[in-house]
């Protein structure tokens, strides 16, 4: 499986963006997909994830209420609706594919993954 993330940019605080993450190769829509993020001296950490079906869906604290994760399974696209966003969002974005077929936060499930696209956040 090879994933191709997109949609990241410079955007103010308060703004949105939607990143998307192009899947091909090998099908992914038996598996569980999800976002993940790091910030620069800092670790990757989880964002948001979704079952195989795009009906159960899980966020990070920080960014529940603000960031919607979704999947077009036709289109073999994951995508991250970010609204309201804040300078501690900056971070390079990365999608994943997991071993499961749940939504999950562990990021050892987690297969193959994207090269990552940066959002940066301004105040």
């Known amino acids: 499986v090879q994933l191709q993330a997109s949609g990241g940019g410079l955007v103010q605080a308060g703004g949105s963006l939607r990143l998307s993450c192009a899947a091909s190769?090998?099908?992914?829509?038996?598996?569980?997909m999800g976002w993940f993020r790091q910030a620069p001296g800092k670790e990757r950490e989880f964002v948001a994830s979704t079952d195989w079906k795009g009906s159960s869906t899980s966020y990070e604290g920080s960014v529940r209420g603000r960031f919607t994760v979704s999947r077009d399974n036709a289109k073999n696209t994951l995508y991250l609706q970010m609204n309201s966003l804040k300078p501690e969002d900056t971070a390079v974005y990365y999608c994943?594919?997991?071993?499961?077929?749940?939504?999950?936060?562990?990021?050892?499930?987690?297969?193959?993954w994207g090269q990552g696209t940066q959002v940066t956040v301004s105040s």
């Open positions: 190769g090998r099908t992914s829509s038996n598996n569980g």
């Open positions: 994943a594919v997991s071993l499961r077929s749940a939504a999950s936060p562990i990021q050892s499930q987690y297969r193959y």
